[in-house]
């Protein structure tokens, strides 16, 4: 019988690392090895006959070598795979339905019906008691997804896997009960406080999304953002039209005082005064309005006391402040945020005169553009209608 173990240890290794789907993560040569080695340590307490010390030896090498053939009714395949193997070895007919019987009995939800198939499945399911049952528990969660049998989250598996040891698995043999049992608890202990844990973070995260979506401040903290940061925006872009302006104007003045004002010394370059005239005028009248349309106004920069205490200054605007001292401001500031009604006032205060603002900047800056198109218009036409009719080959000269 030695010979026969040596040999179906061979033939189970080579058999589970060779033909094996490499996405059995858990049901593989390595989950073999750790029955094989729970079951000797089974066997060395009850000291069986050496018959049936080696029957379960034997079960514990084939019993998932049907895995190579499938998941689905891998016990029937393992009898199958042990049959014929051991048939092929001379194994005895009594020994080898032993062995089937003992692999047969690991399926899912089997009762023991003596001592050596009690011994069967507690070496089957003594991971459950070991420090490295998380491994091979996520493992076969990944071994499952794998294979396309299902499909299961960390949590659905953590509470599935809590429901296992409470109410489904047990162990049947009593060294396992002394020696197992108290692994196996507390591996249960981690998982229940994992799973406690979890559900407190969870209940956390849902509590404060909720009260996100429910409170109105989140919405209304959000309008005013949003319609400030719009605001502000808006008058970037109006100083920088503004801008543009002064830019060019600046540019149109300077060329013309540089060279086109000088030549208007010369009597023959009369007929060029009157464009250059409105071309200036029209430029500089751009410029003046570019000018007011970005030229900042300040308020007194001072309130009292009783401003605050009647809620009529808007402490978020620095012109009405920029002169205070800072205790008085520091003073207003706690009683502004005592006062949430107080607060959105502000705000909306602030919104309203930079609206206010904004308006003027803009009404300024259309009549700014309109300003300087009339103008560019009227000068081009100015020019071409007086080096038309005006211009040094109309000039007659007078008789002396």
């Not at 058999?15 to 066997?43: I, P």
């Not at 008085?328 to 959105?344: G, N, P, R, S, T």
């Not at 904004?358 to 103008?375: A, C, Q, S």
Request: aromatic residues 10%; hydrophobic residues 40%.
């Amino acid at each position: 019988m030695p010979d026969l173990l040596s040999k179906t240890e061979e033939f189970a290794t080579h058999l589970l690392a060779k033909d094996l789907d490499t996405n059995y993560l858990y049901h593989n040569l390595r989950h073999t090895q750790r029955v094989v080695k729970s079951t000797k340590e089974l066997l060395d307490y009850y000291n069986l006959n050496t018959k049936d010390s080696d029957a379960i030896t034997l079960a514990a090498w084939l019993h998932d070598t049907g895995y190579t053939k499938g998941a689905e009714n891998h016990e029937e395949n393992s009898c199958i795979i042990a049959r014929e193997f051991l048939t092929d070895q001379n194994c005895d007919p009594q020994t080898i339905e032993t062995v089937c019987s003992l692999i047969m009995a690991t399926k899912k939800g089997y009762e023991p019906q003596n001592l050596m198939e009690e011994i069967m499945r507690d070496a089957d399911a003594s991971h459950l008691a070991r420090s490295s049952y998380d491994e091979t528990c996520e493992m076969l969660r990944e071994e499952l997804a794998l294979l396309g049998i299902a499909e299961i989250t960390p949590k659905e598996w953590r509470r599935a896997n809590i429901k296992m040891f409470q109410t489904e698995h047990r162990f049947y043999t009593d060294y396992a009960i002394k020696h197992w049992q108290e692994g196996k608890d507390a591996n249960l202990k981690k998982l229940v406080k994992r799973d406690k844990k979890q559900k407190k973070v969870r209940k956390k995260e849902e509590l404060k999304v909720q009260l996100k979506n429910q409170s109105p401040e989140r919405g209304i903290q959000t309008m005013f953002r949003v319609t400030m940061r719009n605001h502000l925006k808006l008058s970037d872009i109006a100083d920088t039209k503004a801008n543009i302006l002064l830019s060019v104007n600046a540019i149109i003045i300077s060329l013309m005082l540089t060279n086109l004002i000088p030549k208007l010394d010369n009597p023959s370059n009369d007929y060029l005064v009157i464009p250059a005239g409105i071309f200036v005028l029209f430029s500089v009248t751009s410029m003046i309005m570019s000018i007011m349309a970005t030229r900042p106004n300040v308020t007194s920069g001072e309130f009292t006391k009783e401003d605050v205490n009647q809620k009529k200054v808007n402490l978020l605007f620095f012109g009405n402040f920029h002169k205070m001292k800072l205790e008085d401001y520091e003073w207003a500031i706690q009683e502004l945020i005592k006062d949430q009604k107080y607060v959105y006032a502000s705000l909306t205060k602030d919104l309203y005169f930079l609206g206010l603002v904004l308006d003027r900047k803009y009404k300024l800056l259309r009549w700014t553009y309109t300003v300087f198109m009339i103008g560019m218009t009227l000068s081009v036409i100015a020019f071409f209608v007086a080096l038309k009719f005006y211009g040094p080959e109309r000039i007659i000269e007078l008789p002396h």
